[in-house]
Nanobody
Framework: QVQLAESGGGLVQAGGSLRLSCAASGRTFSNYAMGWFRQAPGKEREFVAAISWSGDTTNYADSVKGRFTISRANAMNTVYLQMNSLKPEDTAVYHC???????????????????WGQGTQVTVSS
């Protein structure tokens, strides 16, 4: 079992920045590929960003490319999502997810992940 706990959400004005953190516990963190997803009210959960177990490869949704950066610190069992130039349409609950993988593969769909955090609310005002 892997337990995930997100933090760092909040209310920010359009154009502002937030840094989300996801702390993992329970298994060897470096054996897991990680992802960030978000879900707005009335919408399906959607992919935001993914990172391989080593941090060498990353992938982003087109809607956040150039504004968001995913990174990880395996020694700290933590994955981060730096969000800059935030827009009102970024408002959602942000979830981190994990799946066991020792390859450089990246995973972009909900069904590919095994473990999920409860989420942290991000609200961007216009």
């Amino acid at each position: 079992q892997v337990q995930l706990a997100e933090s760092g959400g909040g209310l920010v004005q359009a154009g502002g920045s937030l840094r989300l953190s996801c702390a993992a516990s329970g298994r060897t963190f470096s054996n897991y590929a990680m992802g960030w997803f978000r879900q707005a009210p009335g919408k399906e959960r959607e992919f935001v960003a993914a990172i391989s177990w080593s941090g060498d490869t990353t992938n982003y949704a087109d809607s956040v490319k150039g504004r968001f950066t995913i990174s990880r610190a395996n020694a700290m069992n933590t994955v981060y999502l730096q969000m800059n130039s935030l827009k009102p349409e970024d408002t959602a609950v942000y979830h981190c997810a994990a799946r066991r993988s020792i390859y450089s593969n990246l995973y972009t769909s909900v069904g590919e992940y095994t473990y999920w955090g409860q989420g942290t609310q991000v609200t961007v005002s216009s």
